[in-house]
């Protein structure tokens, strides 16, 4: 040690005592392992997902230092660490050190046998089964492994993943497996190639099934693919499950697959406006002229709320096809200011773009007749209309040049003005454009004696859960952005994605289960909010300060926020995690 670090020569004895006491403790704690990946690894080995994985592979135990089952595992731990989504292969072994792999794996691994090469081969070997096949026996064992009341409400999307790189090899014709070019991007960047998830979600919001899909796939190709693989899971209990998608859901093709067999699938959507010669034009307009509108109050959450919406509904049996379905016209108050902001913007609109097209005078009355025909044309769209009026304007002529040094005689000229006179209101065509933004057309196969028809707009507008799936899978999942450039690789990272996926939303659903048997939960002033319907976000929130300090001598929970310390047992309780 330095002269100066000595005791001796410190003028703070507490200095030197500090750095000791330090350097103890670091000798006797050498592993700090976060409470979370012990929820982790008690979710994975109640779904066996080391020897689901090992099953599933083909492999060698002697070329492979780590089991396929070590490897995903690992990964789906990094799933929940990644604060920004992007975690290379080979970088995973720095991510690891710190952590207790004899805690987590059940073996003393050390950091650097997780190579990339291994990571490479695993992947491929996991990519080449197939996301869907791979999830297919995992999904199916939530609710007999976790106690909670199951759901008959399925929701169904789809999201887009921005992939950085060129992947010349892995789209059009010749391309096998996963394509990875560029289509409708969710993220807004048509420039860049992607993939795409299609996920379906129980009204718990637990997954149900999910699959990575091709880039350029359509919603609606997913959709039939979706309604296919529902059909052969739930076999005879397919009529029991009620799903509700956008209106991609809604195509010919779509709802033939839905008939297809003795138990019709069961859905709740929204009627696109070309679909069948323009059935939700035709629905509204008779929903108009007929004006029967039941109330069906306000929907959906926070009901006591000042500004929430009111719903009003008229019903239509209409068949398709040979098909009878149940069109329900929905008229909200909720666009009620972006009507009124949208005419009032577009009135204005009209008021400016007038004054920059006639800022001019016009020599001739034919040319301003011209100039307005023209400007008439051009704004025939438009929900106001301009009326104009030509006004004579005796002006000075004006020459160029130097003055001349006599002085010219003053020569008065008549120019044209167009003037704006007055904004008249197209009547019809506000009226059309009212009724459009005010209301929307939703169709569904599930007849008035199972729901009502408030019934029916509550689960079609429990989408949103779908979409904070969706939100959790953007971060800090590893896809937000991925760098893996072989299609295989990246199908086998995004099964493990899934994975982590569900696990996060069994535990945003066992703790929202809990909470509400347990009914009053103590206040945590550290969480800043109620633990009434608690969140995936808050309960990992919550868990965060805590951590496994362990080495070979001893093994303690700390936490670095004192006030949580007793509230440990309550948050593993809610997660199902007590024994992990």
């Given at each position: ?25 670091a000798r006797k704690r050498s592993y700090s392992t976060p409470v979370l990946f012990l929820v982790i690894k008690h979710y994975a080995d109640r779904f066996g ?216 699938v069961k859905f709740i959507s929204l009627v696109p406006a070309s679909f069948f010669k323009k059935l939700s034009t035709k629905v509204r307009t008779l929903a ?240 800043k909010r109620k633990l009434d319907g608690p969140t995936y976000d808050l309960v990992t929130y919550l868990l965060t300060p805590f951590e496994v300090l362990s ?30």
């Amino acid at each position: 040690m330095l002269k100066w670090l000595e005791p001796r020569n410190r003028k703070g004895q507490q200095f030197y005592n500090g750095v000791a006491k330090l350097a103890r403790i670091a000798r006797k704690r050498s592993y700090s392992t976060p409470v979370l990946f012990l929820v982790i690894k008690h979710y994975a080995d109640r779904f066996g997902i080391v020897d689901y994985i090992n099953r599933i592979i083909d492999w060698d135990e002697k070329q492979w230092k780590i089991s396929p089952g070590i490897l995903g595992l690992s990964i789906i731990y990094l799933c929940f660490l990644s604060e920004d989504g992007r975690i290379p292969l080979y970088k995973i072994p720095d991510h690891l050190r710190g952590l207790d792999l004899t805690l987590l794996f059940g073996q003393p691994f050390h950091p650097e046998d997780f190579n990339d090469d291994l990571y490479a081969t695993f992947l491929e070997r996991l990519g080449e089964i197939g996301s869907l096949s791979i999830l297919a026996g995992i999904t199916d064992q939530v609710y007999r492994l976790f106690n909670m009341p199951q759901s008959s409400d399925l929701n169904s999307d789809t999201t887009s993943h921005v992939m950085y790189g060129e992947y010349p090899d892995h789209e059009g014709k010749d391309c096998r497996g996963l394509v990875i070019t560029n289509g409708h991007s969710k993220d807004h960047r048509p420039d860049r190639k992607q993939l795409k998830t299609g996920l379906i979600v129980d009204g718990n919001g637990v997954v149900r099934l999910v699959c990575v899909l091709n880039g350029n796939e359509s919603d609606s190709t997913w959709n039939t693919k979706a309604i296919k693989e529902l059909k052969k899971r739930l076999g005879g209990d397919i009529d029991k499950k009620t799903i509700t998608a956008d209106s991609k859901f809604v195509s010919l093709p779509n709802l033939r697959e839905v008939n297809s067999s003795g138990k019709p699938v069961k859905f709740i959507s929204l009627v696109p406006a070309s679909f069948f010669k323009k059935l939700s034009t035709k629905v509204r307009t008779l929903a108009y002229e007929k004006g029967d509108w039941v109330d069906l109050g306000k929907c959906c959450q926070n009901l006591q709320a000042k500004d929430r919406a009111t719903y009003t509904a008229q019903s239509f049996d209409m068949e398709i096809e040979g098909n009878t379905y149940r069109l329900l016209a929905v008229k909200t108050t909720s666009s009620d200011s972006t009507i009124q902001h949208r005419l009032e913007t577009e009135q204005d609109g009209v008021i400016a773009i007038t004054k920059d097209a006639f800022s001019k005078s016009f020599a001739c009355v034919p040319d301003a007749e011209d100039a307005i025909k023209k400007f008439q044309k051009k704004t025939k769209n438009a929900y106001f209309k301009a009326s104009l009026v030509i006004v004579p304007i005796e002006k000075e002529k004006q020459y160029r040049g130097k003055k001349p040094e006599v002085p010219r005689e003053k020569e008065i000229v008549t120019k044209y003005e167009v003037q704006l006179r007055d904004i008249i209101p197209d009547v019809q065509r506000i009226e059309q454009f009212k009724r459009s933004e005010e209301s929307f057309i939703l169709i569904t196969n599930v007849p008035h004696a199972e729901l009502s028809d408030r019934d029916i707009l509550v689960k079609y507008k429990s989408q949103g859960v779908v979409e904070r799936s969706f939100s959790r899978l953007k971060r800090p999942m590893m896809a937000n952005t991925l760098f893996l450039k072989k299609p295989g690789r990246i199908e086998g990272l995004m099964a493990l994605v899934y994975v982590a996926l569900l696990f996060q939303s069994i535990m945003q659903a066992m703790a929202r289960h809990r909470a509400k048997v347990l009914g009053e939960l103590p206040k945590i002033k550290y969480a800043k909010r109620k633990l009434d319907g608690p969140t995936y976000d808050l309960v990992t929130y919550l868990l965060t300060p805590f951590e496994v300090l362990s080495s070979e001598e001893s093994m303690e929970v700390s936490c670095l926020v004192p006030e949580l310390e007793e509230h440990l047992n309550l948050l593993l309780h809610l997660v199902d995690a007590e024994a992990c």
